[in-house]
């Protein structure tokens, strides 16, 4: 009958409404400062530098390849590779910032990183009051220790972790060798190894 | 109450508690410390009234505002606002409104380069002054008119609500800016439209109490069937059917939901409140929401019986408290509308005032009539009166639809 159909619907508010007095699964708004989201484990933010050990600067995994810094597409990373007094490389960055106002989050530096240095994080609070210095982070800022990598992303870092373990013994092997085969011909000199 | 003081109560010539005449007296009390000059006193005393009509309602107003939106929140399965505290206290966010009051006077006033700057600024004034008038004439209580008992209160609370279409006429015009400019004549048709039916269901409540006062269209519908069944008008097969068509009348000229097209957000973004900023458009929305209550206030008066108690037991609560408890609830039920319908089409909205309502109204009017013709039947004559009347409201309404939506629906869903 003519009518019947905003009846229908006025009983389906009024239930909506006495529902979501009765019935919180009915509520999906999510009361943020109180109730903290529950982030999937592949949630991305802004990257941040992965250290092992205690020391923040002596621990990162970062060699200052800058493969990162050549792949960013919007360029917010800047790194100065760090160099002894000879002016050799010491396979460490001294300067190390990303400006996050920039950063548009796509992961490929993570990507691109060969020594699964630099990840991505879930901290998303990022609001500060200045622009310009507080959302350029430091090496300071951005080192995390591999600890906050595992609570963040478990299975990613577990992974990464084996895969680390993996080449590391690889190395270890290959060196062995290395040292095995060279010992009867030690005029070979150390830029020239064997052919693999 | 104890059944026993109940009955005893009943059975009493109505005595009325001291309350009913409480805010009178109280006036009457502070006016006596003014000098005895007539004027004087008389000019205090309607200020008094004014200023309380403005408190009451001013602050209904906020609440609505704020209750509208957390029932809106409700009604989709969302909590609403919340999150207002003041000094630490959050009161289910029920301070919501103070909040939005000062963001709205703190904001910019922007008027645009091309508007008509007097125009502009007066169409707020304008909208809450027309939706204020109305006030004036309800019947608050037994004791509480504002202009008494105005022989032609109805002809003036129409006038002057009316008038409030002006109002967004002029914002529309002023604003300088095609989509306001659309709005505002969307707004226009939609008052022809719709102020015709409004005025043909309420000419039967006239025709039955014999007066344009609302004072008493009231008192023709304070009695009671056994002291328990109210004669109100809605009670009766015209009366219904006359409620319902005042309600959705009431809503279009309000520009509620399903009737908002004048503000049609998600066609004409805000239509007239395009061009608006800060308290103008604070200003627009307590025009709106005054002109809302209004309108529930005349239709509580003309069909529930305005102050009336429900029963007879009941007087012993205020009239006033009665008329503030209907007006309320009939503006909720307007909400739980908003939650629910969409927004109509132009078309749709001409066709359902000019080939709906104005049919139905003018039935109506004939079966108004009928009613008070057969006022006198008694017997098997009462029941035929009841059985012609029911036919006669509900017949036509069911021929008209059919006529009116054949073809219509439902809607197959074709896909490419």
């Known amino acids: 009958m003519f009518g019947t159909g905003i009846l229908k619907g006025l009983y389906i508010t009024a239930k909506n409404l006495v529902g979501s007095y009765h019935d919180p699964e009915r509520l999906t708004t999510e009361q943020y400062p109180e109730e903290r989201p529950k982030l999937p484990e592949n949630f991305r933010s802004f990257p941040f530098l992965v250290f092992d050990g205690e020391n923040a600067i002596d621990g990162l995994r970062c060699t200052a390849c800058k493969m990162c810094e050549k792949e960013c597409p919007p360029q917010c990373i800047y790194i100065v590779a760090d160099r002894d007094e000879n002016g050799k490389l010491m396979k460490r960055p001294k300067v190390f910032d990303i400006d996050i106002s920039v950063c548009m989050g796509c992961q490929i530096c993570a990507e691109v990183c060969p020594f699964e240095s630099i990840k991505m994080d879930h901290h998303f609070e990022v609001a500060t009051d200045n622009r310009f210095e507080k959302l350029l982070l430091h090496r300071e800022d951005l080192a995390k220790p591999n600890s906050y990598y595992h609570s963040i992303r478990p299975t990613e870092a577990a992974a990464v972790d084996a895969q680390l373990a993996e080449e590391k013994r690889k190395a270890e092997e290959r060196a062995a060798a290395r040292a095995a085969t060279a010992k009867p011909v030690p005029a070979t000199p150390p830029s020239n190894p064997p052919a693999a | ?416």
Not at chain 2, 14 to 31: K, R
Not at chain 2, 274 to 280: A, H, M, V
Not at chain 2, 391 to 402: E, G, M
């Open chain 2, 1 to 416: 109450m104890k059944p026993c003081a109940l009955a005893g109560f009943a059975s009493e010539a109505p005595t009325f508690s001291s309350l009913e005449a409480l805010p009178g007296d109280l006036s009457d009390w502070l006016v006596s410390f003014l000098p005895d000059i007539e004027w004087l006193r008389w000019l205090t005393a309607s200020l008094l009234a004014i200023v309380l009509i403005l408190t009451v309602f001013g602050l209904t107003f906020a609440m609505l505002t704020v209750t509208e939106r957390k029932l809106l929140g409700r009604f989709q399965n969302r909590y609403g606002p919340n999150r207002v505290r003041v000094f630490g206290i959050r009161v289910f966010g029920f301070f919501q409104p103070f909040a939005d009051a000062v963001k709205a006077l703190t904001k910019e006033d922007i008027v645009p380069a091309a508007a008509d700057k007097v125009l502009h600024l007066l169409a707020p004034v304008c909208l809450v002054a027309f939706s204020l008038l109305g006030f004036a004439v309800l019947p608050y209580g037994r004791e509480m008119t504002l202009l008494g008992n105005l022989d032609a209160a109805l002809l003036f609370f129409f006038a002057a609500t009316s008038a409030s279409e002006l109002a967004i006429f002029m914002a529309g015009w002023s604003s300088r800016n095609k989509y306001a400019l659309l709005s505002a004549m969307r707004a226009l048709a939609q008052l022809i439209s719709y102020e015709l039916p409004l005025l043909l269901v309420a000419v039967p409540a006239v025709m039955l109490a014999g007066t344009l006062s609302l004072q008493g269209i009231v008192l023709s519908q304070a009695d009671w069937l056994g002291g328990i069944l109210p004669h109100w008008n809605i009670l009766t097969p015209w009366g219904f059917a006359g409620a319902l068509i005042f309600y959705i009348a009431a809503l279009a000229e309000s520009n509620r939901c399903p009737f908002d097209l004048p503000e049609g957000e998600s066609e004409i973004i805000a239509g007239f409140l395009t061009e608006y900023s800060g308290f103008k458009y604070a200003l627009f929305f307590m025009g709106e929401y005054f002109g809302m209550a209004a309108l529930a206030g005349l239709g509580v008066t003309l069909f529930l019986g305005g102050w009336t108690a429900p029963c007879e037991f009941l007087q012993f609560i205020p009239s006033y408290l009665w008329f503030y408890l209907k007006l309320v609830a009939v503006v909720l039920s307007f909400m739980w509308m908003r939650a629910t319908l969409l927004r109509l089409r132009m078309d749709q909205l001409m066709r359902l005032s000019w080939k709906f309502l104005v049919p139905l109204a003018l039935v109506n009017l004939g079966n108004a009539a009928f009613w008070q013709f057969s006022s006198n039947w008694e017997g098997a004559w009462l029941a035929a009166r009841w059985a012609i009347s029911l036919a006669v409201a509900i017949v036509p309404f069911l021929l008209l639809a059919k006529t009116l939506t054949a073809g219509l629906g439902p809607r197959q869903y074709r896909y490419a």
